[in-house]
């Protein structure tokens, strides 16, 4: 019963502080400097971002226990997202550069150089994506994974995954009322709100790892032995021959690059219809309330089905999910001229704000509450070598691998087809959406058969 709750509240308040980061990332990035700048984002600065911290992680993990690397890590991000609301936000106009001229002379690198122009904003985007590919998947699921037995995840994964809406619907509660006022003054006081609650979050994560800590070492350690470790080359030739530990990255992968490049449009979209930093995370937070009463919704089904029925059925909810909500969106999006007449231009843009909000809510919360569950299943089984390293390799490399490739896919043709934008692309984005989630259900039944 300890180890439910305080692994409850510490998922409660890590889905807490990755829910109110994508809709405060997202916000600052679009309104302050438009939505084709995400690309570059994840592509220049996520990416490397997370092949940097991998590399750092396997070394790390043959210094230090899981415990002082849960703490270390944690430290640092809500340390950043503290300094960033009171310090590097307020005086962005004496710490960021003008390259406009820059920009004049080599066009094609428009993107590149405004990110690093605006390296306070980019610094909390690429943070912010990482919170959500470290702190959740790799941290907290490898302590659960080290304390629950197969039987037991069956039972308790599905419970801890409702639990954690409660985070994710508190912060979208917490972004609606920050964000009422319309004013820019307004959103820059709501920001350091913002970031108050993040850093105790944070404080609270770290109070329940360490009731934790006194939990797992009652049943094992969490120490590095001092046995010979193999190097970093010789770890990643281990998970890289693994077909098991690269299916699994496969599935991280292609949902990464599929959510990507509906993302990418819908939030152009949403960025047309909401100019105002307030207005637009004001909408975000009400997706996120609706995203969480659909995934407690979810998770009530995929508590019957990871139960009753096998992992086949629960890992091909959220593709199958993906492949018929996203192929709406975009038939939506690429027939919206024919649709518009009669309708008028402002109607049209609502209705495709609703629809890829709908389609962002349904899928994510299949991806909570059955992609989430029926993957972490797939480690139990693995050795602590590969338990550890090759999960640092599926979730961080291959979440934002493929988010970076989805953004690669849009950067490339933003940059190169003269006058593009997310709009006049998006019938090339929706024949790759539909390969990719294709290529996604097809990893699945390979997986199937193994496990």
Same mark, same amino acid.
């Given at each position: 019963m300890a180890k439910l709750i305080f692994s409850s509240l510490n998922i409660a308040c890590t889905i807490y502080v990755l829910s109110i980061l994508k809709g405060t990332k997202d916000t600052i990035i679009i309104t302050e400097l438009g939505a084709e700048l995400i690309s570059a984002v994840k592509l220049y600065g996520v990416l490397p971002a997370a092949v940097i911290f991998t590399l750092f992680y396997t070394k790390l993990s043959n210094l230090l226990t899981q415990i002082q690397i849960y703490h270390l890590l944690n430290g640092c991000f809500i340390s950043y997202f503290l300094c960033f609301g009171f310090f590097l936000y307020p005086n962005t106009s004496l710490i960021h550069f003008d390259f406009s001229?820059?920009?004049?002379?080599?066009?094609?690198f428009k993107y590149q150089v405004l990110m690093f122009a605006n390296w306070s904003y980019s610094l909390f985007y690429i943070l912010s994506e990482m919170w959500g590919s470290v702190m959740l998947p790799l941290m907290f699921w490898q302590?659960?994974?080290?304390?629950?037995?197969?039987?037991?995840?069956?039972?308790?994964?599905p419970l801890l995954a409702l639990i954690g809406e409660v985070g994710s619907v508190l912060s979208g509660v917490t972004l609606s009322i920050l964000t009422r006022d319309k004013t820019s003054v307004s959103w820059e006081i709501s920001l350091k709100y913002i970031c108050i609650t993040i850093f105790i979050a944070g404080l609270i994560i770290s109070l329940s790892v360490?009731?934790?800590?006194?939990?797992? =070492?009652?049943?094992? *350690?969490?120490?590095p032995t001092h046995s010979a470790k193999p190097g970093l080359i010789e770890s990643f030739r281990a998970?890289? =021959?693994?077909?098991?530990?690269?299916?699994?990255? *496969?599935?991280?992968?292609?949902?990464? +690059?599929?959510?990507?490049?509906?993302?990418?449009?819908?939030?152009?979209?949403?960025?047309?219809?909401?100019?105002?930093s307030s207005d637009y995370c004001n909408f975000i937070a009400k997706v996120q309330v609706a995203m969480s009463c659909s995934s407690i919704f979810f998770i009530l089904c995929s508590s019957i089905v990871l139960r009753k029925l096998r992992w086949r059925v629960g890992a091909s909810v *959220?593709?199958? *999910?993906?492949?018929?909500?996203? =192929?709406l969106f975009f038939t939506l999006i690429v027939f919206k001229g024919s649709i518009s007449q009669g309708w008028g231009d402002h109607n049209i843009l609502f209705l495709c704000v609703i629809i890829g909000a709908i389609q962002?809510?349904? +899928?994510?919360?299949?991806?909570? =509450?059955?992609?989430e569950p029926t993957k972490e299943m797939l480690y139990i089984p693995l050795d602590d070598e590969l338990k550890s390293k090759g999960k640092s390799v599926a979730d961080v490399l291959g979440e934002k691998g493929g988010k970076a490739l989805g953004a690669f896919i849009q950067w490339s043709m933003l940059s190169f087809i003269t006058g593009a934008t997310l709009v006049s692309i998006s019938p090339y984005i929706f024949f790759i959406f539909l390969i990719v989630v294709i290529a996604w259900i097809s990893a699945v039944l390979l997986?199937?058969?193994i496990v």
């Open positions: 001229e820059v920009i004049l002379r080599y066009p094609y302590i659960a994974n080290r304390i629950y037995s197969v039987a037991e995840a069956k039972k308790y994964y360490h009731f934790l800590k006194k939990y797992i =070492s009652s049943e094992q *350690t969490m120490r998970i890289l =021959s693994s077909k098991y530990v690269m299916l699994i990255t *496969t599935i991280v992968m292609c949902y990464g +690059v599929s959510i990507n490049l509906v993302e990418g449009v819908w939030k152009k979209h949403l960025g047309l219809l909401y100019p105002h *959220t593709p199958i *999910t993906m492949l018929i909500t996203g =192929s962002n809510i349904v +899928v994510k919360a299949s991806k909570y =509450s059955f992609f997986l199937s058969r």
